[in-house]
């Protein structure tokens, strides 16, 4: 399985940014997709997945109501749409996948399958 996340880049603050991760190598449309992010001297953590099932997916409390994943499984893509974005939203995003996982998506253990990051910064 490969992920090539991409649509980082510097932009200010209140702006918007859409990532993406496309995936290939397995049946995507069983593949729970999840993002995280790495600031600068900070461990990685969670901010986003969204379960292949189709149902609810779930957000870090400090991006909840500005950020939204959705995926599309015609083009074995998953979106992070990132609004209102703050300074303390820059860092290194990863998409991350497994094989039909539904428990434990905002766990990074949970995820067999990383991309190599984007990097998004957020200038004020």
């Known amino acids: 399985v490969q992920l090539q996340a991409s649509g980082g880049g510097l932009v200010q603050v209140g702006d918007s940014l859409r990532l993406s991760c496309a995936v290939s190598?397995?049946?995507?449309?069983?593949?729970?997709v999840g993002w995280f992010r790495q600031a600068p001297g900070k461990d990685r953590e969670f901010v986003a997945a969204?379960?292949?099932?189709?149902?609810?997916?779930y957000y870090a409390d400090s991006v909840k109501g500005r950020f939204a994943v959705s995926r599309d499984n015609g083009k074995n893509t998953v979106y992070l749409q990132m609004n209102s974005l703050k300074p303390e939203d820059t860092a290194v995003y990863y998409c991350?996948?497994?094989?039909?996982?539904?428990?434990?998506?905002?766990?990074?253990?949970?995820?067999?399958?990383w991309g190599q990051g984007t990097l998004v910064t957020v200038s004020s």
């Open positions: 969204n379960p292949w099932t189709g149902g609810t997916s």
């Open positions: 190598g397995r049946p995507f449309s069983r593949m729970s």
């Open positions: 991350a996948a497994d094989l039909g996982a539904v428990h434990g998506l905002r766990a990074i253990r949970t995820y067999n399958y």
